[in-house]
């Protein structure tokens, strides 16, 4: 046994020189990229400041000379130059933003927006540049900067504020250098850093031996997915990267479990009509003297499953045409008004059958570009839900619409039977139903919700659910105005 003592003690010195090795070689990553991210930090935050202080001192500017024409025009008192409009018009374009002109009386004489012109403006920002204090502010969440100057009119030696102009100016070219900048600094980060990975590894990776029969163990598996593990326990890094390994394998057991439950699920939805129409048709060919009100009966009931077939082809084909990478959508500028209305008045009948009210809010006028027969299918299926599984005599379904500068926004609500909680993450699943027993009553595939989600993906959009079971549910879909290519 003195050989194993030996080649236990060689082993325990070689583990603890490699282990020294590779901790010394952690420091030195560590720092480099400490390092780094301090140093594009840094960049980032100094350009972002600047380009700030460096818009508010050329839109102050700006507005100083335009403050001195409005004087000279005498547009407090007469807010009709074409002249001064045009100038208005010209700045609200040049900076993307929205300029106010407010006399000393509070009033807003003119809104490059023609929202609140006429109306009467109390703002701290305002009551402070009526005394002089010219000032503005950044909201870095919507994109904005904000800023005031006075309209100064001079009174012999004196001048006297007799008027404001607010200006709300985007920062969205100041985002775009900062992204760029952003790109430049984490490349030139990325590869100071590969720098430093590449120094430091270069002695310690050739003594890393348990890698090689970590690779070993992975190509054993290439054949397929295999029920045992993979065990390499020689280091505390190999440990974290085969139990990566392991996990990503249990997942990609799971997606294959999930695969072979799809092709299941749409063998037995198609296998069901079949069954049925077997069984119906089969009855009739074994009677003799069928009645004519049986066989019509049956014939019905033919038909009704062969067209609940024909549904669930029809959404695997939605569903595979979605799900191919290279499916491209038919982009055009679209009013979603009248995209919902169309779809309500297609559904006001099955809506009429339950006596369920059909109700379009909308905030705004949207007109966004989608693909408008494929979202026209997708909120179809939720407005079409929200009808089926409502409460018959006394329910409700409501459409909200609205959008911002970047997204249009609308919400399907119902007063609904509801989704539990723990089912909430599943109903965008293929063939997944709350109700099992309800939903092949009513006919749903259990395809609906899963065409909608894709859809509402293709178009680089967000759906979200809240529900409670009971009081009803609420579909949350945000989708851009304009159409990113992938």
């Avoid at 082993?11 to 603890?16: A, C, D, G, M």
């Avoid at 508010?56 to 000379?65: I, L, P, W």
Wanted: glycine share 4%.
């Amino acid at each position: 046994m003195k050989w194993f003592a030996t080649l236990k003690s060689e082993l325990n010195k070689i583990t603890f020189y490699r282990s020294l090795k590779f901790r010394i070689s952690f420091l030195i990553v560590l720092t480099g990229l400490i390092s780094c991210s301090v140093m594009r930090f840094g960049i980032l935050q100094s350009y972002f400041n600047r380009a700030v202080e460096v818009r508010v001192g050329d839109v102050q500017n700006q507005m100083k000379v335009l403050a001195d024409h409005l004087l000279t025009y005498n547009y407090l008192q007469e807010p009709q130059s074409d002249l001064i409009n045009a100038e208005l018009e010209q700045f609200s374009t040049l900076y993307d933003g929205r300029i106010l002109i407010i006399n000393d009386r509070l009033n807003i004489i003119r809104d490059t927006y023609n929202i609140n012109q006429g109306k009467t403006i109390i703002a701290e920002e305002v009551i402070r540049c009526f005394k002089g204090q010219m000032n503005y502010n950044l909201d870095e969440d919507n994109g904005f900067i904000e800023v005031t100057v006075p309209i100064q009119q001079a009174e012999g030696e004196k001048y006297r504020i007799v008027g404001v102009i607010y200006a709300s100016v985007s920062t969205n070219s100041i985002a775009a250098n900062y992204d760029i900048l952003n790109r430049n600094a984490l490349l030139i980060s990325t590869l100071m850093f590969m720098a430093v990975c590449v120094l430091a590894f270069m002695i310690p990776r050739m003594m890393m031996k348990p890698f090689d029969k970590m690779t070993d163990a992975i190509n054993a598996m290439k054949a397929g997915f295999a029920d045992d593990l993979i065990e390499v326990n020689d280091y505390t890094e190999t440990e974290h990267i085969v139990d990566a390994f392991n996990h990503l394998l249990d997942r990609m057991k799971v997606l294959d479990d999930s695969r072979q439950e799809f092709v299941s699920n749409v063998s037995h939805e198609l296998k069901t009509p079949m069954t049925s129409i077997k069984v119906l048709a089969d009855s009739l060919n074994t009677q003799e003297d069928v009645p004519v009100e049986l066989y019509k009966e049956f014939m019905t009931d033919i038909v009704d499953e062969i067209d609940r077939e024909n549904k669930i082809i029809n959404d695997l084909l939605a569903l595979v045409k979605l799900d191919k990478s290279a499916s491209t959508l038919n982009v055009e500028a679209v009013n979603i008004n009248s995209l919902i209305s169309s779809v309500f008045k297609r559904l006001k009948p099955l809506a009429n059958e339950k006596n369920i009210e059909l109700i379009f809010q909308s905030q705004r006028e949207v007109v966004a570009e989608v693909d408008e027969v494929k979202l026209s299918l997708a909120i179809m299926n939720l407005i079409e839900n929200g009808i089926k599984y409502n409460k018959e005599d006394e329910g409700w379904v409501r459409v909200t619409l609205d959008a911002d500068h970047q997204f249009f926004t609308f919400e399907v609500e119902d007063s609904g039977i509801g989704i539990p909680e723990e089912e909430q993450k599943h109903i965008f699943e293929r063939f997944y139903r709350v109700d099992k027993s309800h939903s092949r009553e009513i006919g749903g595939t259990g395809l609906g919700l899963a065409i909608t989600r894709s859809t509402v993906l293709k178009h680089r959009g967000s759906i979200k659910v809240n529900s409670e079971p009971g009081e009803g549910t609420c579909f949350v879909v945000k989708i851009p105005l304009s159409y990113i290519q992938s």
